[in-house]
C-alpha cells in the first residue's frame, strides 16, 4: 500500500501553524517570503507555465549543495567536538537559508524546466537542510504544488516531512532524522516504527538498519535511540 503522503504532511499542519502565529510577532524578522511570494509560486507552479533552462542558477543551486555537504565532510574528518560540529552545521545551514531565499523571490521555485533535474534537486536540498522551520513550513503549500507534479525526489521528500513533524513535536514516520549528544548520535524517537520499513521502502529508502549504519560509518559516532522526551527539543538542535 503506497504510504499517503498529504495524510503524513496535513497531520502536521494546525500545531505548525499555531507555533508559528503565536510567535510571529517575535519572529517576524526571520521570515525571508511573504504571503504574496508563496502564492505567486504556487500559481506559477499551478499554470504549468513554459520556462527555457537557465544554466547559470542551475550551476549556482548545484555549488551550494555541493558547498553544504563539504563543509559537513571537512567538520567530520576534522573530529570536531559535538558542539563545534553542530555549530559548523548550524552556520552552513543559516547560510543555506540566506541564499536560498533570494533566488525564491527573483525566480520562484527552480522546476525541473528552469534548472534541470538535479538543479531542482538541489534547490529541494537546500530548503530540506535550511536552519528555518519558518522557511520550510512557510514553503508547504509550494513543496504540495511541486509533489504533485512529481519533481521532488521521495527519500529528500520523506526527510521533509520528518522535519516538520519533529518541529511540531511529534515523532518522526521515517527515521531520518538524528542529531549529536555526548559523542553519540541520537535518532529522534520514531512513530509506528514496526511499520517504517514499509514506509521506507514507499519513499524509495533504505532498511532503516542499513541506513543507521550508513549514518554512524559517516559520522564516525556510535548511534542511539533517543527517549520520546527528545522530540520536543528537536527545533533546538541541528538536525543531521
Known amino acids: 500500500m503506497r504510504f499517503d503522503l498529504r495524510q503524513a504532511i496535513f497531520s502536521v499542519v494546525p500545531i505548525l501553524a499555531l507555533v508559528f502565529v503565536c510567535s510571529q510577532s517575535l519572529r517576524g524578522q526571520d521570515r525571508c517570503l511573504t504571503n504574496d511570494d508563496v502564492k505567486r509560486m504556487v500559481a506559477q507552479l499551478d499554470a504549468h507555465q513554459a520556462a527555457s533552462l537557465n544554466q547559470k542558477l542551475r550551476e549556482e543551486l548545484l555549488r551550494l549543495k555541493e558547498n553544504d555537504e563539504k563543509r559537513l565532510r571537512e567538520a567530520v574528518a576534522d573530529n570536531k567536538k559535538d558542539d563545534a560540529l553542530l555549530k559548523r552545521m548550524g552556520d552552513s545551514r543559516e547560510e543555506n537559508t540566506g541564499l536560498l531565499c533570494p533566488i525564491l523571490k527573483t ?10 533535474q538535479d538543479g531542482a534537486a538541489a534547490a529541494f536540498y537546500l530548503l530540506k537542510n535550511s536552519s528555518s522551520p519558518q522557511l520550510q513550513i512557510d514553503l508547504l503549500p509550494v513543496v504540495i504544488a511541486v509533489e504533485k507534479q512529481g ?47 514499509l514506509r521506507r521502502k514507499s519513499y524509495e529508502l533504505a532498511p532503516l538498519a542499513e541506513y543507521l549504519r550508513v549514518l554512524e560509518r559517516n559520522y564516525r559516532l556510535p548511534l542511539i535511540r533517543a527517549t520520546v522526551a527528545l ?3 528537536f527545533s533546538e538542535n541541528m538536525k543531521s
Not at 525566480?107 to 534541470?116: H, M, N, Q, R
Not at 514516520?173 to 549528544?181: D, E, H, N, P, V
Open 107 to 116: 525566480f520562484g521555485w527552480p522546476t525541473t524546466a528552469l534548472v534541470g
Open 151 to 197: 519533481e521532488i525526489p521521495r527519500p529528500a521528500l520523506a526527510g521533509y516531512i520528518d522535519r516538520l513533524r519533529l518541529n511540531a513535536g511529534l515523532k518522526q514516520l521515517f527515521g531520518t532524522q538524528a542529531t549529536i549528544i555526548n559523542g553519540f548520535l541520537v535518532l529522534y524517537p520514531i512513530e509506528g516504527e514496526s511499520q517504517i520499513d
Open 231 to 233: 522530540t520536543n527539543s
